[in-house]
């Protein structure tokens, strides 16, 4: 009984860490999919992300305030995503430069304004806990924590998280209602596989696109916010470390989906949880593995997937395609 209850104990602790890893890239994977569902190839999730962490850092350091941080790094995210909009929609700009530029100039600049501000290196001073989105324990969690089962994984899993996870959760379902049960989300479906159609029924398809544009800045916000000031208590250069692409990843393998790009992430938030676990740990029949190998098993699936080994996934027929208004 009592090695069922520690392997319980663990997958439950595993649950939990995975839903954490997992919550930015859900966010991340949400917004990449209103700007791809539209037409628009949106490779700068990366960078978008990376500033919304450093904005929110930055923002919540000095006033003292998360939540002041979180719409600081909205606002940049979505600033960036007008930007890659400006180059790509207005201008017919190559949209894969676009976000890789968006990127790159994102990574130089969020260390050259740590530096210049803060004099630490290119990252932000440790934020105070009223900086920061603190866990929030739910209704009687720590009560029922003794309770077989059910206890430890209401108190572990279900409560226990800072509202953002709650957000990224909550953003799924929000996503499947706007795509699939709105007249925007008709209409966004519509002008990633046929913006002629959509221009010929007299709706703007740079107008769409660009409100497209805008929900995902917010939610990229959403998610280096949760990284610098949920997740982590600052913002050290590179925090996102790829998580932007895994996202994308993670899009393409859900085939553009709300629901199966929810469980990609949750996949890849898996790989990385047992990663951190196995660190140090010894493998019957293997030894402890070397702990880049783990480190490296999430990026690995990244490759795998985009390689399109498992299915294949058919994306939306306008993606990257600039539209030009017939006359």
């Given at each position: 009984?009592?090695?069922l209850?520690d392997l319980?104990?663990?997958?439950?602790?595993t649950?939990?860490?995975t839903?954490?890893?997992?919550?930015?890239?859900?966010?991340?994977a949400?917004?990449?999919?209103?700007?791809e569902?539209s037409?628009?190839?949106?490779?700068?999730?990366e960078?978008?992300?990376?500033?919304?962490?450093?904005?929110a850092?930055?923002?919540?350091?000095v006033?003292?305030?998360?939540?002041?941080?979180?719409?600081?790094a909205?606002?940049?995210?979505?600033?960036?995503?007008?930007?890659?909009?400006?180059?790509?929609?207005?201008?017919?700009?190559?949209?894969?430069?676009?976000?890789?530029?968006?990127?790159?100039?994102?990574?130089g600049?969020?260390?050259?304004?740590?530096?210049?501000?803060?004099?630490?290196?290119?990252?932000?001073?440790?934020l105070?806990?009223?900086?920061?989105?603190r866990?929030?324990?739910w209704?009687?969690?720590?009560?029922?924590?003794e309770?077989?089962?059910?206890?430890?994984?209401?108190?572990?899993?279900?409560?226990?998280?800072?509202i953002l996870?709650?957000?990224?959760?909550?953003?799924?379902?929000?996503?499947?209602w706007?795509?699939?049960r709105?007249?925007?989300?008709?209409?966004?479906?519509?002008?990633?596989?046929?913006?002629?159609?959509?221009?010929?029924?007299?709706?703007?398809?740079?107008?769409?696109r660009?409100?497209?544009?805008?929900?995902t800045?917010?939610?990229?916000?959403?998610?280096?916010?949760?990284?610098?000031t949920?997740?982590?208590?600052?913002?050290?250069?590179?925090?996102?470390?790829?998580?932007?692409?895994?996202?994308?990843?993670?899009?393409?393998?859900?085939?553009?989906?709300?629901?199966?790009?929810l469980?990609?992430?949750?996949l890849?938030?898996?790989l990385?949880?047992?990663?951190?676990?196995?660190?140090?740990?010894?493998?019957?029949?293997?030894g402890r593995a070397?702990?880049?190998?783990?480190?490296?098993?999430?990026?690995?699936?990244t490759?795998?997937?985009?390689?399109?080994f498992?299915?294949?996934?058919?994306?939306?027929?306008?993606?990257?395609?600039?539209?030009?208004?017939?006359?």
């Open positions: 009984m009592t090695d209850a319980w104990l663990l997958s439950i602790l649950l939990d860490a839903i954490r890893v997992a919550a930015p890239l859900i966010l991340c949400m917004a990449g999919l209103f700007s569902r037409g628009v190839v949106d490779i700068g999730l960078g978008k992300m990376l500033a919304g962490a450093f904005a850092a930055a923002t919540a350091y006033t003292g305030n998360a939540w002041l941080g979180l719409l600081a909205m606002a940049v995210s979505t600033a960036l995503a007008m930007l890659h909009g400006f180059a790509c929609i207005t201008h017919r700009g190559d949209q894969v430069v676009s976000g890789v530029a968006i990127n790159v100039l994102v990574a600049l969020t260390i050259v304004l740590g530096i210049a501000w803060f004099s630490q290196g290119g990252q932000t001073p440790p105070a806990s009223d900086g920061r989105f866990a929030l324990v209704p009687f969690a720590t009560a029922v924590r309770v077989p089962v059910i206890g430890q994984l209401y108190a572990e899993v279900i409560s226990g998280h800072n996870v709650y957000v990224a959760l909550l953003s799924v379902p929000f996503n499947w706007v795509v699939y709105t007249r925007f989300g008709l209409r966004l479906r519509a002008v990633g596989e046929s913006p002629s159609a959509v221009d010929t029924a007299g709706i703007s398809v740079t107008f769409l660009y409100r497209a544009l805008l929900f800045g917010a939610l990229c916000g959403i998610a280096g916010a949760y990284l610098s949920a997740q982590s208590a600052a913002f050290v250069r590179d925090m996102t470390a790829g998580k932007g692409y895994i996202a994308l990843a993670a899009l393409i393998f859900g085939k553009w989906r709300p629901v199966p790009a469980m990609a992430c949750l890849f938030g898996f990385d949880a047992v990663a951190t676990r196995l660190q140090g740990v010894e493998i019957p029949g293997i070397p702990v880049a190998l783990i480190q490296a098993l999430p990026y690995a699936l490759v795998i997937l985009l390689a399109g498992i299915g294949k996934a058919i994306a939306p027929r306008a993606i990257g395609v600039p539209y030009v208004k017939e006359r």
